[in-house]
């Protein structure tokens, strides 16, 4: 059995997501390289993700902030903006980019069933 534990937000390890990155995370369980893992992820006023794919499927919930996602298809579809409690399913390998569309910092909830990994698209 696992022991309690408890980290505040202010203690958590937030490091970049990559050499460059506005966006940082910080692991909460599990293992990034293989999955599953969950990460808090925090992007800044404005920033706008590339599109880009993951090789698993994540779960997100927004914690703080507003956000947009964007579905690279024949349209380039937009979804809408959302405000926290919003929940996103994004499938494995499918092309999307997500934009930090409020004011403040953007902080969201992100489980990996599989390997923690960002694949640039075409």
């Not at 993700?49 to 349209?75: I, M, N």
């Not at 990996?112 to 694949?119: A, C, L, Y």
Request: net charge negative; glycine share 12%; hydrophobic share 40%.
């Amino acid at each position: 059995m696992t022991e309690k534990s408890i980290t505040a937000f202010e203690d958590l390890q937030f490091a970049p997501l990559g050499e460059g990155s506005p966006v940082n995370a910080a692991l909460l369980w599990g293992d990034p390289a293989t999955g599953p893992a969950a990460v808090l992820v925090r992007f800044p006023e404005g920033f706008a993700e590339p599109w880009h794919s993951h090789s698993s499927t994540y779960h997100a919930v927004l914690v703080k902030g507003e956000f947009e996602t964007r579905s690279k298809d024949k349209d380039a579809t937009t979804t809408g903006v959302y405000g926290p409690g919003a929940y996103l399913v994004q499938p494995g390998g499918a092309v999307h980019a997500e934009v930090n569309a409020g004011k403040g910092e953007l902080v969201a909830l992100v489980y990996f069933d599989g390997p923690v990994d960002f694949e640039l698209a075409e």
